[in-house]
């Protein structure tokens, strides 16, 4: 279990996230979503170990890793595909692939990896010396992902992943999650299409203005006309 315990995540002298509980079971499917601005990417980034938690704790399977530097998040079964992708587009694509296997373990497994995201990604296996630039924004969301798989995550936090695709591409990108999910990687998906995420996911939070503003399954979330009105787009 990844739990996120009393978090405060700070930008400067101001708090961008404050007294932040939750957690992604293992093989679980967790949805965060809210207003633009809520502090959605600051909160998954501070979990993928790229912003100093301010106060509060992050425990994997109950061990403390609030204050370990960046690369050991990895090292604990946590991956993140970061908005934006953030891909190296000078690279093929699979160079970008391989930079996801830098762990030993993980690099060891490299080429089974490698299997596993062309069969989940089809479309990347006919592009692999391609420079990843070359790509269109669905493709390289691909790799953003398949970058991230190769890692061997247990924990995969994904920050706005339709972002800017087209809707047939999106729900083509909601199925690929839906499936490494099935497979037992547990995920954490941030994410403005609403409806989309919902459907995924086991247990929703809606995140306001850096706190948690209600929490449950994503039905009964639903359910609620305030919520919906306020949070939901609804």
Known sequence: MYEVANVAVNY?????VSDVH?????GELVVIVGPNGAGKSTLINAMAGLHAVAAGSLAVDGRDITREPPHRFCDRGIAIVPEGRRLFVSLTVRENLELGSYRVEARRLRAESLRRVCTLFPMLAERMDAPAGA????QQQM???????MARPR???LDEPSLGLSPVIAHEMFSAIREINAEGVAILLVEQNVAMALELARRA??????????EGEPKALMSQPQIKRAYLGH
């Open 12 to 16: 400067g002298a101001a708090a961008a």
């Open 22 to 26: 939750l957690r992604v079971d293992v």
């Open 135 to 138: 790509l269109s924004g669905g």
């Open 143 to 149: 790799v953003a992902i398949g970058r991230a798989l």
């Open 155 to 157: 924990f995969l936090l």
């Open 205 to 214: 939070y809606v995140l306001d203005e850096g706190r948690i503003a209600a």
